[in-house]
């Protein structure tokens, strides 16, 4: 497989901004609207069973968020069913999350360095559990692996992408558009590692 240059990460996360625009903050705005529910009700019973609600909530919202990013950047429509992950998905999404952050906030306590190399290694994780539905230590493992002979690529793509997001969001306008843009790049990675990128058009051949 070729390398993933900073271009190509830029490039990706731009097209699918441009492209998904409205969708990506429609998206926002159901997570906002349908948190804001959730916790009414949560709250108007107990403010502990408000609490479960509101971090439940956050986390499938978190999960369909992430999901749809993947749909849309591979040339599927919009899904609202991604919002309402299934138990077993749910359950691994939190339990993967708890590991990497175990494994890797360790890292970054005891060496900068090797915790910003495990993060790498474990970024697509909670695509691999979302998109492919494996469980917890199956897309621990799968992302070590798929990420073997890439952390560079990714690395330096996701840091001087968001670099460069930062630097225009000094601006409101720009602002509103590094954000997807941003998020788009996130999940470069996992769509080029797994060659599920939105194919192109056949180019039309004039004689």
Same mark, same amino acid.
């Given at each position: 497989?070729? =390398?993933?240059?900073?271009?190509?990460? %830029?490039?990706?996360? /731009?097209?699918?901004?441009? =492209? &998904?625009? *409205? =969708?990506? /903050?429609? !998206?926002?705005?159901?997570?906002?609207?349908?948190? #804001?529910? $959730?916790?009414?009700? #949560?709250?108007? $019973?107990?403010?502990?069973?408000?609490?479960? /609600?509101?971090?439940?909530?956050?986390? *499938? !919202?978190?999960?369909? /968020?992430? @999901?749809?990013?993947?749909?849309?950047?591979?040339?599927?429509?919009?899904?609202?069913?991604?919002?309402?992950? @299934?138990?077993?998905?749910?359950?691994?999404?939190?339990?993967?999350?708890?590991?990497?952050?175990?494994?890797?906030?360790? #890292?970054?306590?005891?060496?900068?360095?090797?915790?910003?190399?495990?993060?790498?290694?474990?970024?697509?994780?909670?695509?691999?559990?979302?998109?492919?539905?494996? #469980? !917890?230590?199956?897309?621990?493992?799968?992302?070590? @692996?798929?990420? =073997?002979? &890439?952390?560079?690529?990714?690395?330096?793509?996701?840091?001087?992408?968001?670099? %460069?997001?930062?630097?225009?969001?000094?601006?409101?306008?720009?602002?509103?558009?590094?954000?997807?843009?941003?998020?788009?790049?996130? !999940?470069?990675?996992?769509?080029?590692?797994?060659?599920?990128?939105?194919?192109?058009?056949?180019? @039309?051949?004039?004689?």
């Amino acid at each position: 497989m070729e =390398k993933m240059g900073i271009g190509d990460f %830029l490039n990706f996360g /731009f097209e699918n901004a441009k =492209k &998904h625009f *409205a =969708k990506f /903050f429609g !998206a926002i705005l159901l997570c906002i609207v349908g948190l #804001g529910i $959730i916790s009414m009700i #949560g709250f108007g $019973i107990s403010s502990f069973i408000g609490t479960i /609600f509101l971090l439940v909530g956050s986390v *499938a !919202a978190s999960m369909g /968020f992430m @999901q749809n990013i993947i749909i849309l950047a591979k040339g599927d429509s919009f899904s609202f069913k991604a919002f309402i992950p @299934q138990p077993m998905v749910f359950l691994n999404f939190l339990l993967a999350s708890i590991i990497v952050m175990i494994i890797v906030g360790i #890292g970054l306590v005891l060496f900068i360095i090797p915790g910003l190399i495990l993060s790498v290694m474990f970024s697509l994780v909670p695509y691999l559990i979302l998109d492919e539905k494996m #469980g !917890a230590l199956e897309a621990v493992k799968a992302s070590m @692996q798929r990420t =073997k002979g &890439h952390k560079g690529d990714i690395f330096w793509g996701l840091i001087i992408s968001s670099f %460069l997001g930062e630097l225009l969001s000094v601006f409101i306008i720009t602002l509103f558009f590094t954000i997807p843009m941003l998020t788009f790049v996130s !999940a470069y990675p996992y769509l080029r590692l797994t060659n599920k990128l939105d194919p192109e058009p056949p180019k @039309q051949v004039t004689e």
